[in-house]
């Protein structure tokens, strides 16, 4: 990894991808390192899986004077079109593409140096066809008001992009003069240093010099340690020098690297500047071109509307007839549609009095009827009261009471269909006794033999047979019909029962009842 240097040009990434988000369209790298990943530790938090705890490091390289980044996941950093090596820094150029996960869409960014204004950003974004754009005039107006305020609108928008891309150079004018003088101040702090360490090698030369001199006194080898001592120092001297004159060089040839740099930007700028003022006199040429040419044809639109409005006089005196002619004919077609409606209205009005009548006559009727009714219902009510009371006491007796009374009924039909039964067979037997003494007369009339007083006795005997058969016929009549007479009450007196002292709501016998105010009458626990 490249060590950091606090002496660094500022850099910053833009967003590439019109789908990212606008918290990560523009990052500004205002510190030596910068780390991207998905632990909240890191300068950028991305809260994504295909995304690293630590994605990359974009960092400044002391050694290369650059801006350089470091792979650290697991699924890869493209700088420039290539991937690049994992734990290796990879320095970056203006203009290289950083793409993480190899999401294009999502986290996409250009480096560039210096610090940069989002709005600027977006500004410069813009596309030059966007920016140069003449707006549509829509309304026309016949003295070109609107036109000559779209021509100074689209001016003002022409010189205000050209101050901002001015105000872009002089922002990377200013970057570069830093970058110098954070050069020079380098350079005059090794200056500083390589004096301290001169004097410092100075002063322990000396002191080595006064040492090896105190040691030596009365020694004949003293010329000789001090030859070889003034040696080694001056072989040392020179090398201090050597190394000095080394990075002297170095920070020189870095002084003339950055005044080239900031000398090509100045004349990138000049040359930007030349081409903003040739675009700005190529676009109020056009501005002028296009506003002849809008005169024109507001002019052409204006004669158009003339004539248009002339046609549309014509029209419309066309119309004026055509529908004064439709009027009159809809009027008279009123006029006798309402007199067809008047009589219309009259037949109908006559057919509802008429109706009106026989409804009230009707209504009449029907409150005869109900007040009969109610009377009849009131006179059952006071009837049956009784038995009311009884039954909402004792609903389980009533109940027995009423089966009993269905089994007495059954019982009664039994016995009934038991007494039609002997009554037939007795009236078989009648039948066939009158039979028999039919044949029995007619064998008498055949024979000679036979008296009269004989057949008057035959004849006498037939007679109280035939009454007796009429006898049985009228009881067995008259049992049926005291048959039939109690079933019809039974089975009124079980319909009004069912009706009378049924609860609307329970379906069941009323228990406790409670009669309101409209005359229904409703169980104590369903009304509560």
């Not at 360490?197 to 001090?226: D, P, V």
């Not at 269905?406 to 039964?421: A, T, V």
């Amino acid at each position: 990894m490249c060590p950091t240097d606090p002496l660094f040009s500022p850099a910053h990434l833009q967003g590439t991808s019109p789908s990212m988000s606008a918290e990560h369209r523009v990052l500004s790298l205002n510190s030596p390192e910068f780390k991207i990943g998905r632990s909240k530790e890191v300068d950028l938090c991305l809260m994504d899986v295909n995304i690293s705890r630590l994605q990359c490091i974009i960092s400044w390289c002391q050694d290369s004077q650059q801006w350089s980044v470091t792979d650290h996941s697991s699924n890869g950093v493209w700088a420039g079109g290539l991937r690049t090596a994992k734990g290796v820094p990879t320095l970056l150029n203006q203009g290289d593409i950083i793409v993480l996960s190899d999401l294009k869409q999502l986290y996409s960014w250009r480096f560039g140096m210096g610090k940069v204004d989002p709005e600027e950003i977006d500004d410069q974004e813009e596309p030059m066809t966007k920016k140069r754009r003449v707006p549509v005039v829509e309304e026309v107006s016949g003295d070109g008001k609107r036109n000559n305020e779209v021509m100074s609108q689209h001016k003002v928008t022409g010189e205000v992009r050209m101050l901002k891309e001015k105000h872009i150079l002089e922002n990377a004018v200013k970057v570069g003069q830093q970058k110098q003088e954070a050069l020079m101040g380098e350079r005059d702090i090794l200056l500083a240093k390589l004096e301290d360490i001169c004097k410092k090698q100075s002063k322990k030369e000396s002191e080595a010099r006064e040492k090896m001199e105190k040691e030596m006194e009365g020694k004949e080898e003293r010329e000789e340690k001090m030859k070889q001592l003034e040696e080694v120092m001056k072989i040392e001297r020179e090398l201090q020098d050597q190394e000095l004159k080394r990075l002297i060089e170095e920070m020189d040839l870095k002084v003339k690297c950055e005044e080239q740099k900031r000398l090509k930007e100045i004349e990138a700028r000049d040359h930007l500047v030349a081409k903003l003022s040739a675009e700005k006199h190529v676009l109020e040429n056009q501005l002028e071109k296009e506003r002849d040419a809008m005169e024109n044809e507001l002019k052409v639109l204006q004669k158009q509307l003339e004539e248009e409005n002339s046609s549309m006089k014509k029209k419309e005196n066309e119309w004026n007839k055509r529908l004064s002619s439709i009027s009159s004919e809809m009027e008279e077609k009123v006029s006798k549609e309402r007199e067809n409606m008047e009589a219309a209205v009259l037949k109908e009005k006559q057919e509802k009095e008429r109706m009106a009548q026989e409804v009230e006559e009707q209504i009449q009727k029907r409150e005869t009827e109900v007040k009969h009714q109610e009377d009849l219902l009131s006179n059952e009510r006071s009837k049956h009261a009784f038995q009311l009371k009884l039954m909402e006491e004792e609903r389980e007796q009533r109940e027995i009471e009423m089966n009993r009374r269905i089994e007495e009924l059954k019982k009664r039909k039994e016995e009934q269909r038991q007494l039609e039964e002997e009554m037939s067979k007795t009236i078989k037997e009648m039948e066939r006794k009158r039979e028999e003494m039919a044949k029995e007369i007619e064998a008498a009339r055949l024979s000679k033999g036979v008296t009269e007083e004989e057949s008057l006795a035959r004849a006498a005997r037939i007679t109280n047979l035939e009454q007796e058969k009429d006898v049985v016929i009228r009881e067995l009549s008259g049992v049926r019909g005291k048959e039939e007479e109690k079933a019809d009450v039974l089975t009124k007196l079980e319909e009004t029962l069912e009706k009378q002292y049924q609860c609307p709501t329970c379906l069941e016998l009323l228990i406790s009842p409670v009669a309101l105010n409209c005359g229904h009458t409703y169980c104590w626990l369903c009304l509560a």
